[in-house]
């Protein structure tokens, strides 16, 4: 068929198509698989029918080269079923039924790429005004997703790196994207052939990790996205390893999550790249392990796999959020777990820790090791061993802390040690006592509650009461705020009367 300079895109696909429809009648080979293109032809005509209403189709990059593109496929066909027509197959049969299959292949992805960018709504962007940043994004996200979904593997590459570029600028551009539905495209993407494709769509599921208010349409997506990241944590790139982490703390909040990562194998990767990967994936992979051991039911995969020994050894020699999170992780899987305590100190935990402690950058990462020290102390020699180690010192400079939940988790673990006469003493002295009556002046209830509880500790010892009776401030405090069940708890354990 001969084709005009000035045909456009839409006309030529029409009249192509037209063409191809009257060849098929005198078809006399493969009558079958011809019927079925021609089942095929019917409907992306109907399809080129619905293009030829929106006006953008005749500008529109996405719709222009999908037209060139069934041009071109309309075109072999034509060729092929003159090749039918004849009596004798020039090529012969097998190849000629493969050249068929080909161009059946090629109808399918037409009708499919054809079906989803008439649902996109790209097609209707082009008609519209854009008046605000936020409507812009809104149609780029869209015209990107839509890109995602059709045409070549470079093309997807390509609007891949464009949606990655749109989303590092703004949150909001991440909480736009979502709404447009980028999460499902994506997960579908991650069974790409392509591992270029593959190790982007985890970096772009990664950035919408990170923005909390996203976090519930990736646990929407359920196993299926948890799969694909833990075969990424088992063969994938440094980079992909680590995206794929940073995805795995948003999905492992989720106690049937956790208990899927647990039974797949995922903690055994998880460990490996604390051993061996980068130090970001292992800082990373530790913060995913320290929200697994929360849960009660997966720690005994922690203990099969030896996990103690690792994270002692990341705890050691990490960088200093891989500290944090190890630290963090062991104080979860200690929890009422006697022999482990007494496991962990033995590999040289509270060295670790102490370490840890005495070079923390951020004042808020002592929350974990705080919570650490409490864990361990409800053990009576592991206690001895932190006192010996002086703990006491550093938990009253914790009492002091700008960070609230940093003054709360030190209170809480004064409570814990403060288990006999001789440690209250040391407390007191120390600084422990006068810091607490500080703390019952806070704002905050929870901080309020837990200097109570460490001073009601403290105060059986006769020396920090009369500390506490000489502050003042101690019991004005309590009045100022209305804790009279404080000062009711102080008095009895003053041993008054409320």
């Not at 009249?15 to 191809?20: D, P």
């Not at 409570?415 to 006999?420: I, K």
Request: charged share 25%; glycine share 6%.
């Amino acid at each position: 068929m001969k084709v005009l300079e000035n045909d456009d895109p839409m006309s030529l696909s029409n009249r192509l198509l037209a063409s191809l429809l009257e060849q098929i009648q005198s078809i006399n080979n493969f009558k079958g698989k011809w019927a079925l293109i021609k089942s095929k032809l019917s409907g992306l005509g109907a399809q080129l029918a619905e293009f030829s209403e929106f006006p953008a189709s005749f500008s529109n990059p996405l719709a222009v080269d999908l037209l060139r593109s069934i041009s071109q496929t309309l075109n072999e066909a034509s060729s092929l079923s003159r090749k039918c027509q004849s009596a004798d197959l020039a090529e012969g049969k097998l190849r000629t039924q493969s050249d068929i299959d080909a161009v059946l292949a090629k109808l399918d992805r037409h009708i499919k790429d054809s079906e989803i960018l008439i649902r996109s709504g790209v097609l209707q962007d082009g008609g519209v005004t854009v008046s605000s940043k936020k409507e812009a994004v809104r149609v780029e996200s869209r015209n990107l997703i839509t890109r995602l979904q059709i045409g070549t593997t470079e093309s997807k590459n390509s609007a891949m790196d464009s949606l990655l570029g749109l989303l590092q600028e703004d949150d909001k551009n991440v909480m736009i994207a979502v709404a447009q539905g980028v999460v499902p495209v994506l997960v579908r993407l991650l069974d790409s052939s392509s591992l270029e494709i593959k190790e982007k769509t985890v970096a772009v599921i990664s950035r919408v990790s990170s923005v909390e208010s996203s976090k519930h349409v990736l646990i929407a997506e359920g196993l299926l996205l948890l799969n694909h990241l833990l075969r990424v944590l088992e063969s994938g790139s440094c980079f992909a390893k680590e995206k794929a982490c940073i995805a795995l703390q948003a999905l492992s909040f989720s106690k049937e999550n956790a208990r899927a990562i647990g039974s797949r194998g995922g903690i055994s990767s998880l460990l490996e790249i604390c051993q061996a990967g980068t130090p970001g994936s292992q800082a990373f992979a530790s913060g995913v392990l320290k929200i697994l051991a929360s849960f009660d039911e997966i720690k005994e995969n922690f203990i099969e796999e030896n996990a103690v020994f690792v994270l002692i050894g990341l705890a050691a020699s990490g960088t200093a959020l891989a500290q944090e999170n190890s630290i963090g992780c062991l104080c979860n899987l200690v929890s009422d777990d006697e022999n482990l305590k007494l496991l962990i100190v033995k590999e040289g935990g509270i060295e670790c820790l102490k370490n840890f402690w005495d070079s923390s950058p951020n004042p808020k990462s002592l929350e974990v090791a705080v919570d650490f020290v409490r864990q361990l102390a409800s053990s009576p020699h592991i206690a001895d061993a932190l006192i010996a180690e002086d703990f006491i010192p550093r938990l009253e400079s914790a009492l002091n802390c700008r960070v609230l939940a940093v003054r709360i988790a030190a209170a809480r673990a004064v409570y814990v040690l403060g288990f006999n006469s001789k440690t209250r003493k040391e407390m007191g002295e120390c600084g422990c006592t006068i810091a607490l009556i500080k703390m019952l002046d806070g704002k905050a209830v929870e901080e309020k509650e837990a200097a109570a509880m460490a001073l009601s500790s403290l105060l059986l010892y006769t020396g920090n009461r009369k500390v506490f009776r000489n502050e003042e401030r101690g019991i004005v405090n309590a009045e100022a705020n209305g804790c009279s069940w404080c000062l009711c708890l102080l008095a009895e354990t003053c041993g008054n009367e409320c």
